[in-house]
């Protein structure tokens, strides 16, 4: 069963960049990923320090494979000083 997801995440204005470059990296890297359906980075029109990835996985073990990568790791541990509050993540059955 696909896994839908959309993850929330707000930069602290002074690593915005830095931030945004990761963001970027976890895009092309994850878009690699065979359990990957689609991964798009999204940036709020009023905020340019939030972000919003919208997420579909082929299923929840392809997520969970995902979420072992070294880049998503490795943002994991500089998430807490790069950004303003932990990372919103929702799951979503899709109805529609």
């Given amino acids: 069963m696909k896994v839908y997801l959309t993850a929330i995440l707000k930069a602290v204005p002074s690593h915005r960049e830095e931030v945004l470059a990761l963001l970027l990296q976890m895009v092309e890297a994850s878009r690699k990923e065979e359990a990957c359906i689609q991964y798009d980075l999204h940036q709020v029109n009023d905020d340019e320090n939030q972000f919003i990835f919208y997420e579909i996985w082929k299923d929840q073990a392809g997520l969970d ?15 807490g000083e790069k950004l303003q509050e932990a990372p919103q993540i929702l799951l979503m059955n899709k109805l529609a």
Wanted: proline share 0%; aromatic share 14%.
């Fill in 65 to 79: 494979a995902h979420n072992q990568q070294s880049y998503i790791v490795e943002f994991g541990k500089v998430a």
